[in-house]
């Protein structure tokens, strides 16, 4: 069981360049979502994902967008990255039924922009 | 959204017990105390969750407040392994957005 796969684990762009960041968990799990980490910081929602098909803005949106392509995956993409988004990356899932609200993370992708 | 304040930072002896405060004066009644911790350089992990009573499990133990305005979680025996950062969160039932304050670190001395 694998539970919630993020890649890549590292990544360097330049300014200006794009990218997409994946997530896929293997859980069936409805809820999933998008954390960004900067140095020392809590944890801040970018988007999310209550079931397939939809997403919503979390407390950062502004520069990403994301993808909810199947049930399994959870994609975001930088259209234009910028060194602000610096930043260490999280993907989450969770069962938001009620039955079981434990919340699991990826390992986290280390995104550079210079 | 409701809001939790935790300490920033917290010390605790190696094999003692530790009890990491929580307040959330404005919490509702559908909101559930979560806790997840994050060791260094990993991803978050569940620690445990409650509503209104006191709860344990194989990590630790929560204890609520009876009118829910704070909470504690409660290490039994702080091993070197516990040290990280601890999140106290409040997720309504039936509400998917989860989202994090900054937590307490918690160093603990061996």
């Known amino acids: 069981n694998a539970g919630v796969t993020q890649t890549p684990k590292f990544q360097v762009l330049k300014t200006g360049q794009s990218m997409t960041l994946q997530c896929a968990q293997d859980?069936?799990?409805?809820?999933m979502y998008w954390y960004r980490q900067d140095p020392g910081m809590g944890l801040r929602l970018i988007y999310y994902s209550a079931s397939e098909g939809t997403t919503d803005k979390g407390e950062v949106p502004n520069g990403y967008n994301v993808s909810r392509l199947n049930k399994r995956e959870f994609s975001l993409r930088l259209e234009s990255a910028a060194p602000s988004q610096t930043s260490v990356y999280f993907c989450?899932?969770?069962?938001?039924?009620?039955?079981?609200?434990?919340?699991?993370f990826g390992q986290g992708t280390r995104l550079t922009v210079v | 959204d409701a809001k939790t304040t935790q300490p920033n930072s917290m010390e605790s002896n190696e094999e003692e017990p530790v009890h990491l405060p929580c307040n959330h004066s404005?919490?509702?009644?559908?909101?559930?105390i979560h806790w997840y911790r994050q060791l260094p350089s990993q991803g978050p992990e569940y620690v445990i969750h409650g509503l209104t009573s006191n709860v344990n499990n194989r990590m630790a133990s929560l204890a609520i407040a009876e009118d829910r305005k704070s909470s504690t979680l409660i290490l039994h025996r702080a091993t070197l392994r516990d040290a990280a950062v601890y999140y106290c969160?409040?997720?309504?039932?039936?509400?998917?957005?989860?989202?994090f304050g900054t937590g307490t670190r918690l160093t603990i001395i061996p």
């Open positions: 969160i409040l997720y309504p039932f039936g509400n998917e957005k989860l989202t």
């Open positions: 404005t919490i509702s009644g559908t909101d559930y």
């Open positions: 859980m069936n799990h409805n809820s």
């Open positions: 989450a899932s969770s069962d938001n039924s009620g039955r079981d609200p434990e919340a699991f």
